[in-house]
């Protein structure tokens, strides 16, 4: 059976957990998203070497298991010299991960705007920079919205990852009490529905920004 009033008072515990959670996500979710509009740029630029460079690192991200990514930036830096704390080893480690998914969405985006369009602008004169911000730039921001919002829910979720190198975020504090208190249904029943309640927020909001996004283009 399980013990609700064991999961009750657990409860400040694992909210401690979900606190540090949020913030590496947040701040995970934040510098991916800098780094995929940089490296989307940089992918699709006319300087071959940069395109190719950012396409590699795509590649080398995807390519392998996003554990071991973890484990580089935590045991793998400081043999370079780059010695970072287990807090900012997991920023890192998310960060370098989801901004992978934030290039391709975004370079999926900026192919999403046809040359018609482009045309139309210059018909009107436009200026190159007012034809990237005004037309590209809401139209790719449009089209990229999915993805990125599927990116952004991913990456709170692999946050749990960093349990492993020491982050003490939610998973870390179940796996805890777990090793102590042999409460393994409860502790995992629980942090299921913490994590689900944050995905469900955070989808929430993306579907109603899409849905606002999608008014000007409604009955066409």
Not at 33 to 54: H, T
Not at 137 to 148: G, W
């Amino acid at each position: 059976m399980i013990d609700w009033a064991y999961i009750w008072a657990a409860v400040p515990d694992l909210m401690r957990g979900l606190g540090m959670t949020l913030i590496v996500s947040f701040l995970a979710i934040l510098f991916s998203l800098i780094g995929g509009v940089v490296g989307c740029a940089l992918r699709v630029s006319p300087i071959k070497p940069l395109s190719w460079l950012v396409a590699g690192y795509v590649e080398f991200i995807r390519g392998t298991p996003y554990l071991v990514q973890v484990f580089f930036v935590f045991y793998g830096l400081p043999s370079l010299g780059l010695r970072l704390s287990i807090f900012w080893s997991g920023v890192v480690a998310l960060s370098l991960w989801a901004s992978v998914f934030h290039i391709e969405s975004f370079r999926a985006g900026l192919s999403s705007v046809s040359k018609d369009i482009r045309n139309a602008s210059a018909s009107l004169g436009l200026r190159r920079w007012h034809h990237g911000l005004f037309v590209v730039l809401p139209i790719a921001a449009r089209s990229a919205l999915p993805s990125t919002m599927n990116t952004i829910v991913s990456t709170i979720k692999n946050s749990a990852y960093l349990q492993a190198i020491g982050l003490v975020e939610l998973t870390f504090v179940a796996v805890d009490r777990i090793a102590y208190e042999f409460r393994s249904i409860e502790m995992f029943l629980s942090i299921c529905v913490i994590y689900l309640a944050v995905v469900l927020v955070v989808s929430t909001l993306g579907h109603r920004l899409e849905r606002r996004l999608d008014r000007p283009y409604a009955g066409r």
